[in-house]
């Protein structure tokens, strides 16, 4: 583990069996991605097919993007390949429990309350701390293997995929921990409709976002929607992804009584950071990281994000959002969490409060290294993320 994440974009860390395997030829097997080679390897292991294939436009825009674009190494490709037969076959597993059991998926989601702030202000902490409070949150396990069934193979799974990654990119993870134990996002659910922003967060695939912008986004939220009840239908959720900013609508279609909360921090610093976080993410799939293309393409993404926010938000309403400052979270996150369940009209008796000083324990910041981080790596300046972000800034000055 690093003490400090490096600047030095361009070359990650990189351990020394993973710097020979790139430098090995690919295996005969491992040749190029194609959506059909994917779909049939998927029903090769699981042993039935695909009867709703609604995802399969999003695949082979995604796969045709990562040929062309995303210059793996061989690490990356292996697990790339892996990450999306692994999808596929979650997704026919989750074909075979809705046969079984079709009421199940269909249970009600009481109320969820939405955390849709940008990336880095906060969220993760946050939700962390509502779901310490009592409310049901997604678990990192769950959100790797979403069908309903035995939780401890779950488990084993996603501790040996988090000490993996932890092993690729040290840096990664004193970024932003992927822990099996832990709370995740549910972007990850919207990902096995093949329609969410996972893979442009640790890839590089201009024209799969350009396409995932371009869709509408209801049939993603409605194949999450479905995946939640299926886990714990009746009960409350806390949700959260910076992703629901950018489709508020979206959400709201599939959750009309959602509370929405947005956390503010200056985007001078949130964008810095993120871009950071996006870096060190390429740098386990790709040897050819460009910081100055990812300080550009996210920092107009990013405005993308709040200007559909503040769109939607209008539209909406005031009273559908709670407005939670990162430097008021940090300051007193007990008292800022305790806010929040009042606000969104969920209980916060004694147990709350024990569940979320321990949530707080638990999350520590800085237990995997410190995270280094500045915009001129990025080939941004202060006066540039101010400009594309006015809107945003202007409106909630007062946050951030």
């Given at each position: 583990?690093?003490?400090?994440?490096?600047?030095?974009?361009g070359?990650?860390?990189?351990?020394?069996?993973?710097?020979?395997a790139?430098?090995?030829?690919?295996?005969?097997?491992d040749?190029?991605?194609?959506?059909r080679?994917?779909?049939?390897?998927?029903?090769r292991?699981?042993?039935?097919?695909?009867?709703?294939r609604s995802?399969?436009?999003?695949?082979?825009?995604?796969?045709d993007?990562?040929?062309a674009?995303?210059?793996?190494?061989?690490?990356?490709?292996?697990?790339?390949?892996?990450?999306?037969?692994?999808?596929?076959r979650t997704?026919?597993?989750?074909?075979?429990?809705?046969?079984?059991?079709?009421?199940?998926?269909?249970?009600?989601?009481?109320?969820?309350?939405?955390?849709?702030?940008?990336?880095?202000?906060?969220?993760?902490?946050?939700?962390?701390?509502?779901?310490?409070?009592?409310?049901?949150?997604?678990?990192?396990?769950?959100?790797?293997?979403?069908?309903?069934g035995?939780?401890?193979?779950?488990r084993?799974?996603?501790?040996?995929?988090?000490?993996?990654?932890?092993?690729?990119?040290?840096?990664?993870?004193?970024?932003?921990p992927v822990?099996?134990?832990?709370?995740?996002?549910?972007?990850l659910?919207l990902d096995?409709q093949?329609h969410s922003?996972?893979?442009?967060?640790?890839?590089?695939?201009?024209?799969?976002?350009?396409?995932?912008?371009?869709?509408?986004a209801?049939p993603?939220?409605?194949?999450a929607?479905?995946?939640?009840?299926g886990?714990?239908?009746?009960?409350?959720?806390?949700?959260?992804t910076p992703h629901?900013?950018?489709?508020?609508?979206?959400?709201?279609?599939?959750?009309p009584?959602?509370?929405f909360?947005?956390?503010?921090?200056?985007?001078?610093?949130?964008v810095?950071?993120?871009?950071?976080?996006?870096?060190?993410?390429?740098?386990?799939?790709?040897?050819?990281?460009d910081?100055?293309?990812?300080?550009?393409?996210?920092?107009?993404k990013?405005?993308r994000?709040?200007d559909?926010?503040?769109?939607?938000?209008?539209?909406?309403?005031e009273?559908?959002f709670?407005?939670?400052?990162?430097?008021e979270?940090v300051?007193?996150?007990?008292?800022t969490?305790l806010?929040?369940?009042?606000?969104?009209?969920?209980?916060?008796?004694?147990?709350?409060?024990f569940?979320i000083?321990?949530?707080l324990?638990?999350?520590?910041?800085g237990?995997?290294?410190?995270?280094?981080?500045?915009?001129e790596?990025?080939?941004?300046?202060?006066?540039?993320?101010?400009d594309?972000l006015?809107?945003?800034?202007?409106?909630?000055?007062?946050f951030?």
């Open positions: 583990m690093t003490a400090e994440t490096s600047l030095d974009y070359h990650p860390h990189r351990p020394a069996p993973l710097r020979l790139n430098r090995l030829p690919r295996l005969p097997g040749g190029r991605l194609t959506t080679g994917l779909i049939a390897a998927a029903e292991a699981e042993r039935r097919r695909f009867t709703d995802f399969e436009t999003g695949l082979r825009m995604l796969v993007s990562i040929e674009e995303a210059a793996l190494n061989a690490t990356g490709h292996a697990i790339v390949r892996q990450r999306l037969v692994t999808l596929l997704r026919l597993r989750v074909e075979a429990a809705e046969a079984k059991d079709p009421a199940r998926f269909r249970r009600p989601l009481p109320r969820p309350i939405i955390i849709c702030g940008l990336q880095r202000t906060g969220t993760t902490l946050l939700q962390r701390l509502l779901a310490g409070s009592g409310l049901r949150a997604l678990q990192a396990y769950e959100a790797l293997d979403p069908v309903p035995p939780e401890a193979p779950k084993r799974r996603a501790r040996l995929a988090s000490r993996a990654l932890r092993y690729m990119a040290p840096d990664f993870f004193a970024v932003h822990e099996a134990e832990g709370v995740e996002e549910d972007v659910l096995l093949l922003t996972v893979p442009e967060a640790t890839l590089r695939v201009p024209s799969y976002a350009a396409w995932v912008e371009s869709q509408p209801t993603a939220y409605a194949y929607k479905k995946l939640l009840s886990l714990g239908g009746g009960e409350r959720w806390v949700l959260k629901h900013l950018e489709f508020l609508e979206a959400a709201n279609a599939l959750f009584d959602a509370v909360v947005w956390t503010h921090r200056d985007p001078r610093v949130t810095a950071s993120f871009a950071s976080m996006v870096a060190h993410g390429r740098g386990v799939f790709s040897d050819a990281v910081p100055r293309e990812i300080g550009r393409d996210w920092l107009r990013i405005a994000m709040t559909r926010g503040l769109r939607d938000r209008a539209v909406l309403g009273t559908r709670i407005d939670v400052a990162y430097a979270l300051a007193d996150p007990m008292a969490a806010r929040v369940l009042q606000e969104a009209e969920a209980p916060a008796g004694e147990g709350a409060r569940g000083a321990a949530a324990r638990a999350n520590r910041p237990r995997y290294g410190a995270h280094r981080y500045g915009l790596p990025f080939g941004l300046s202060e006066a540039q993320v101010g594309a006015g809107p945003y800034t202007g409106r909630f000055r007062p951030l």
